[in-house]
């Protein structure tokens, strides 16, 4: 690994730009599938097939999650080979998943020159999942009212 050489200012200042950018594409992900949602509940009519509209519903929220998930990991490690921390996309991939998804194994380590950069992706990571849990959890109360307010059909 060659890796650059920022100041821990300028660190902070593009960590939290990622970050930033990661909320809005989360966000965004989000809140323009919606009207998606509601034209695939209306062509699996619930009433006539329920059990298909909310298999219908939880996949398209799970494709807009992991896309959306994908999309922030592409973003981080495309920096990380900007930045010359690593000269392939498969090592800079799996350090983007892995500090992402806030595993960490420790296996790659960063200098000291990006590692404060690199914790935003942990907090971008940690904060798009609990948007992502929040949202998934909405949808299914939406969907399947009946069992989360302790009855059954």
Do not use: N
């Amino acid at each position: 690994m060659r890796g650059s050489r920022m100041t821990t200012a300028a660190q902070i200042l593009l960590g939290t730009a990622l970050l930033a950018t990661c909320s809005i594409v989360h966000v965004s992900a989000v809140a323009l599938s919606i009207p998606l949602f509601q034209r695939v509940a209306v062509l699996v009519d619930g009433d006539r097939r329920p059990k298909l509209r909310v298999l219908a519903l939880l996949l398209l929220t799970i494709g807009v999650l992991l896309a959306a998930h994908t999309i922030q990991i592409w973003i981080w490690s495309v920096l990380f080979i900007a930045q010359g921390e690593f000269e392939s996309l498969p090592e800079s991939f799996y350090f983007a998943t892995v500090t992402y998804t806030t595993l960490g194994y420790g296996d790659i380590v960063l200098d000291s020159g990006a590692r404060i950069v690199a914790t935003f992706a942990a907090i971008a990571g940690l904060l798009t999942f609990g948007i992502s849990t929040a949202f998934l959890f909405g949808v299914l109360t939406r969907i399947m009212p009946d069992v989360f307010e302790g009855h059954s059909r």
